[in-house]
């Protein structure tokens, strides 16, 4: 029997979830959900390559980008939708021979449960344990258990348990990658008056004012210390809010015409996306005990007419 037809059997959820072969032969579980008390019906796939949210559709309208160009393989991060970045967040703070982002969104995660509540959430609990492998790039083990909640809103929460005799610090990021018609033409609220290190201004430290964030040209910011619910506003789309738990940094990203140097995000694809990602780095990397575990939480929520908001 194939891994897929064993996964197949083991997990599935007749009308609501099922494992698949997806791009690239690469495993992937498609889930349905839908809220018949109020009609919302909504669709997410998430590949055990980086346990990567490829996808997540409510009404049929996408709230994730995933590039068109982005590589399908073993061992290659997705381009697009939510890569999961741990234990470091960017280039390795000492080696730059290490993979930039950690080593967790290009690795095959497992399947440990998947579930279906009688208001029609389905939910899948992935994991990944520190190996030989890890401990040869990072001397710690660890435990990770990702649970995806797909509703009306999509809910990631990233549990780190820290399975060493000692402490370890650690950054993390739910790496989200936003549809929207034009990043020229968005605005995002939620960031006003909040710190960042401008990461195109040599991580100069600065604070954005009272206005809300437009980006005009390549935008790298990793706003500190804040627990702010972030709002796309797409005047040709519904509000996205952008919700978290046990997160300090909030990350905002486009490469704007630097996309032309990333061949997995290359054909003029950049102003159909912006990264608002949930994220503990810098001084909000967690350092967690023996034995202790922490939970980072994000939830997308797509605010539609006849809706009242989740926040
Ligand atoms: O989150 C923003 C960022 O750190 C940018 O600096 C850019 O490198 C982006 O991540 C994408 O990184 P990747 O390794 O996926 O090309």
Same mark, same amino acid.
């Given at each position: ?12 959820? *007749? ?10 032969? /690469? ?6 959900? @839908? ?26 309208? !996408? ?27 960017? !280039?390795?703070?000492?080696? !730059? ?18 579930? #279906? @509540? ?10 990944f344990e520190a190996s030989e492998a890890t401990r040869a790039i990072w001397p710690h083990d660890f435990a990770l #258990? ?10 990631? +929460?990233?549990?780190v348990t820290n399975r060493s005799n000692s402490e370890f610090r650690f950054d993390e990021a739910l790496h989200t ?36 964030? #437009? ?5 790298? #910011?990793?706003? /500190? ?10 005047? %040709?789309? *519904?509000?996205? %809010? ?6 300090? @940094? ?8 630097? +996309? ?5 995000? +290359? ?8 990264c608002i990602e949930t994220v503990n780095t810098m001084e909000n990397s967690i350092t967690l005990m023996a034995g202790? *575990? ?8 797509? @605010? ?5 908001? +989740?926040?």
């Amino acid at each position: 029997m194939s891994e897929v037809s064993e996964q197949s059997r083991r997990f599935n959820i *007749s009308g609501s979830l099922s494992v698949v072969a997806g791009e690239g032969g /690469l495993t992937k579980i498609v889930i349905k959900a @839908s809220g018949a008390s109020v009609g919302w019906t909504a669709k997410a796939e998430i590949y055990l390559n980086g346990a990567t949210v490829t996808r997540y559709e409510v009404d049929g309208k !996408p709230v994730l980008f995933c590039s068109r160009t982005s590589k399908f393989e073993v061992g290659k991060a997705i381009r697009g939708g939510v890569p999961i970045i741990f234990p470091w967040f960017g !280039p390795h703070p000492t080696d !730059p021979k290490m993979p930039q982002h950690g080593f967790v969104r290009a690795a095959e995660w497992k399947i440990l449960n998947t579930a #279906r @509540s009688s208001s029609g959430v389905a939910t899948v609990v992935l994991g990944f344990e520190a190996s030989e492998a890890t401990r040869a790039i990072w001397p710690h083990d660890f435990a990770l #258990r990702y649970t995806v909640s797909l509703g009306r809103r999509l809910e990631m +929460a990233l549990e780190v348990t820290n399975r060493s005799n000692s402490e370890f610090r650690f950054d993390e990021a739910l790496h989200t990658y936003l549809a929207v018609s034009d990043v020229r033409n968005i605005h995002i609220t939620g960031l006003e008056q909040t710190e960042y290190a401008d990461k195109v201004d040599g991580l100069a430290r600065k604070r954005l004012d009272d206005a809300p964030l #437009r980006l005009t040209g390549e935008t790298d #910011r990793v706003f /500190l210390n804040t627990g702010a619910v972030c709002r796309l506003h797409d005047p %040709a789309r *519904s509000e996205i %809010a952008v919700g978290k738990e046990g997160s300090l @940094s909030t990350v905002v990203w486009n490469p704007w015409d630097k +996309a032309e140097n990333l061949v997995d995000l +290359a054909g003029n694809q950049w102003p159909g996306m912006v990264c608002i990602e949930t994220v503990n780095t810098m001084e909000n990397s967690i350092t967690l005990m023996a034995g202790a *575990s922490h939970t980072m939480k994000s939830t997308l929520h797509l @605010s539609s007419r006849g809706y009242r908001r +989740a926040y």
